[in-house]
């Protein structure tokens, strides 16, 4: 697991580790990332091994901060509306900065 800070923006690169190890070592790191938003990059991505990461965004999202995944492997529709999946890191970046300003809006 790699983790770059741009900003309030963490991205987290999953490396080496299966989706569930690395589900697990980010849970127990989120309190490290919970004061900013968060980028996945997931290398290795099933949609029936997501649930901790589908409850992970869940809870970063109910701290006003944006939580997004980066994988050309998974399907947005496979998921509820409030977990994302785009395919590339500049769609996250620029989902985040749409979100913000609905947040800056009070939308």
Request: proline share 1%; hydrophobic share 35%.
């Amino acid at each position: 697991m790699t983790i770059e800070q741009h900003n309030s923006t963490a991205i987290i690169t999953q490396e080496k580790t299966n989706i569930s190890e690395f589900s697990k070592k980010l849970s127990v790191l989120h309190e490290r990332f919970k004061e900013g938003n968060v980028i996945l990059k997931l290398n290795d991505s099933k949609s029936d091994s997501m649930d901790v990461l589908v409850s992970l965004s869940k809870t970063h999202r109910q701290l006003n901060h944006s939580f997004v995944v980066v994988s050309s492997q998974l399907n947005q529709d496979e998921f509820e509306d409030d977990f994302t999946v785009v395919p590339t890191l500049q769609e996250a970046h620029d989902y985040i900065e749409m979100e913000q300003m609905e947040r800056d809006l009070g939308i």
